[in-house]
């Protein structure tokens, strides 16, 4: 048990002047690079380092928390608004958020975002704060074999319930994961499928990829159509709209924050994985699924708990054990170590002051965030207001500045254009891009457990039906491709039988 | 014949093959074969199809524990390609059936002309930057779209905009950031 008296010295370093205008920097850092399509919180962290190294390490870590934890507002605030995910933890969110714009809800569903994502900050702390070792331990039980059928099981999910039509949304899946082979195997390092491109030996790019699916498609589709994003006139609903909408779902806040705080605690598993199950459940559990996908307020909820909630859940493996439970994550790690702040069970303890300063920090921005989308949500709001002569160009220029700036190499801009193209004609044909994003994300930790299980089992492929969580994950694998079928038949079937 | 939409999935297709012609199940169009070809959805499923039992043949080359996973992954996506295509060629009440839950997408017939506009914008940009440098898509972008698919009003907030654009990229990232973006094939400034 962590002794008062070091969580009490944490909590007062916090409030210095200096470190509250390091929070703010941070936070208004991370908001901007979480709106840039392909910047994301690690770039944003590795930015702002070389300004940090002459700081104290809790100074410091208050900095990158800032930037870490504003970014995912930032990422959900561009895929609200532009249909653009800053990072593809908000690609669940755009799923609603777009939509909700597009009906002239885009001031709600922002404060729908911050509210959310305050909430699942706030006791995704609390948990973590007192938790965190115990949480971890459990995460332990999941070895390689649960973690790929885990995986698995989120892209399942994900394909069967993306505009409701399974069969496209695995086609989608399926050239996400095969996509994701491409490039060197990470156990064997065997070349594959490269057709003797040098720069496709480190795999295909995955932010690159994203930009072009959803940034470089949404040029086109608003060119094409030569309108405003939103195309209504602005609702009167805003901000407060949202905050308040937030507190009438209590039931999805609770299953949303439960979801995104245990796939938090699996090391590798990623906020985008919490945000889309979470996202999933709620359309599982609604009576009215048609609603989804339509700017359905619950959806944005959802996701953007489940989100911030896996946030501060990806700390609980970092943190207590040093595995870092997404890319964000691992740079965080990093640089807590840089700082001397080594990871570990006895952190608590031994580092005590600068982990509660930290969680302090976290607190304060998850307050801050909800504060600064009051005031600017309105303002943000009206760029789906903004004429197509001007939006389209500053989408574009930023979509391809984010494809460029990851390895200076045009390159990228082609392979930006490419899945630009293929984004446009997946929308237009029922296709969604989601499934592929994610499958591109999970793909690399997919294959990578799936290879660890065959070793361990010499070949045996049993693994992947030896334990009860194997076998509950292979069973909700199943169910949720098969259930979109079978649901109509046993409705049908009642239906004569009355 | 029973007028159930569970069974005539299996019985319509089965009595053609019996008889020998095809009998359309209600309620269901009878395959016209030339224009099911031209549908992008066929072409792009199709496509997809024999890339994915090329790229299973490729994959034979790798090493065994390399080719598992993306054997795996083709396997199901061939799978699932398959299954469609005879579910869209042969067994049309098939597919009603599979896609019957699916959105509806709205109908937004858009203006090809911009479409490819917003194409040469695209590329234009794209060739500009890998040419001159980076900076050089800020203006091109605003330039190209005002002039294809833009509506080519407000030329002077349209260029003032692309002006304080390129001037806060080139200090934001060229001098601040030391991000190479006047470095091109032509012209290399750096």
Redesign the interface.
């Known amino acids: 048990m962590v002794p008062l008296g070091i969580i009490y010295q944490g909590i007062a370093g916090t409030f210095t002047l200096e470190n509250l205008l390091l929070l703010l920097l941070g936070l208004v850092v991370g908001v901007v690079v979480g709106i840039l399509p392909g910047v994301g919180p690690a770039a944003g962290m590795v930015l702002v380092l070389p300004f940090s190294v002459s700081l104290q390490a809790s100074s410091a870590l208050i900095l990158m928390s800032g930037v870490y934890f504003a970014s995912s507002y930032g990422g959900s605030v561009a895929a609200i608004l532009v249909n653009t995910p800053g990072e593809s933890a908000s690609a669940a969110t755009l799923l609603d958020g777009y939509p909700m714009t597009q009906r002239g809800r885009g001031a709600e569903a922002l404060g729908i975002s911050a509210t959310a994502g305050c909430l699942g900050a706030v006791f995704g702390l609390l948990v973590l704060a007192f938790t965190a070792p115990l949480l971890a331990s459990l995460a332990l039980r999941f070895g390689p074999a649960e973690n790929c059928l885990l995986a698995l099981f989120a892209l399942s999910v994900i394909s069967a319930i993306v505009k409701r039509n399974p069969m496209k949304g695995l086609i989608s899946a399926c050239i996400g994961l095969v996509l994701a082979t491409v490039g060197s195997d990470q156990v064997s390092n065997s070349i594959r499928f490269t057709f003797g491109l040098e720069p496709l030996e480190d795999g295909i790019p995955f932010i690159q990829t994203m930009i072009g699916l959803f940034a470089i498609s949404q040029v086109l589709t608003l060119s094409e159509q030569n309108q405003t994003i939103s195309r209504v006139e602005l609702a009167g609903s805003g901000f407060l709209t949202g905050f308040k909408t937030t507190f009438k779902h209590p039931f999805t806040l609770l299953r949303s924050f439960i979801i995104g705080i245990w796939i938090g605690a699996l090391p590798a598993a990623g906020r985008s994985t919490a945000s889309f199950m979470a996202y999933a459940e709620e359309i599982r559990v609604a009576r009215d699924k048609s609603q989804f996908g339509k700017g359905n307020p619950v959806g944005v909820i959802a996701s953007e708990m489940g989100n911030n909630a896996c946030a501060m859940g990806d700390l609980i493996p970092t943190l207590s054990l040093g595995i870092p439970g997404s890319v964000g994550a691992a740079v965080f790690l990093g640089i807590m170590i840089i700082f001397g702040v080594i990871p570990g069970h006895r952190v608590f303890i031994d580092q005590g002051k600068t982990i509660y300063g930290l969680f302090t920090a976290f607190f304060i921005e998850s307050l801050l965030i909800l504060g600064l989308g009051l005031t600017y949500a309105k303002y943000f709001a009206k760029i789906a207001m903004v004429r197509n002569d001007f939006i389209v160009p500053i989408i574009l220029i930023f979509s391809l500045l984010g494809s460029y700036t990851i390895q200076n190499s045009f390159f990228d801009l082609l392979i930006t254009a490419v899945f630009g193209a293929l984004g446009y004609f997946m929308n237009k044909h029922g296709y969604s891009p989601v499934p592929l994003v994610l499958a591109l994300v999970l793909g690399p930790m997919l294959e990578k457990n799936f290879q660890r299980a065959l070793i361990m089992s010499e070949g045996s492929y049993r693994i992947f039906f030896h334990s009860g969580i194997s076998l509950v994950l292979v069973a909700l694998t199943v169910f949720s491709l098969g259930y979109p079928y079978l649901s109509p038949l046993l409705k049908r079937r009642e239906k004569h039988s009355r | 014949m029973q007028q159930?939409?569970?069974r005539s999935l299996f019985e319509y297709p089965a009595e053609s093959i019996f008889r020998g012609y095809w009998i359309p199940p209600p309620n269901v169009e009878p395959p016209m074969f030339p224009k099911k070809f031209k549908d992008?959805?066929f072409i792009?499923?199709g496509s997809?199809l024999i890339v994915?039992i090329w790229?299973n043949h490729?994959?034979d080359r790798?090493?065994e524990?390399?080719q598992?996973?993306?054997k795996?992954?083709?396997g199901?996506?061939i799978l699932?390609?398959t299954?469609?295509m005879v579910a869209y060629l042969i067994f049309p009440g098939l597919l009603k059936?599979?896609?019957?839950?699916?959105?509806k997408?709205e109908d937004?017939a858009?203006?090809?002309s911009?479409?490819y506009?917003?194409?040469l914008?695209?590329?234009g940009?794209?060739l500009m930057?890998?040419l001159f440098g980076?900076i050089f898509?800020?203006p091109t972008?605003?330039l190209s779209?005002?002039l294809i698919?833009?509506?080519k009003?407000?030329w002077i907030?349209?260029i003032a905009?692309m002006l304080v654009?390129t001037a806060c990229?080139y200090v934001g990232?060229y001098r601040i950031?030391h991000?190479?973006v006047l470095k091109g094939v032509v012209l290399d400034i750096d």
Do not use: H, T
């Open positions: 159930d939409g569970a992008p959805v792009f499923n997809l994915f790229m490729l994959a790798f090493s524990r390399a598992k996973f993306p795996f992954v083709l199901i996506g699932a390609l299954f469609w059936f599979i896609e019957a839950q699916a959105e997408e937004s858009g203006n090809r911009r479409y506009g917003a194409w914008c695209i590329a940009s794209i930057g890998y980076f898509v800020v972008a605003f779209y005002g698919p833009g509506e009003k407000r907030s349209l905009l654009m990229f990232f950031l991000i190479p």
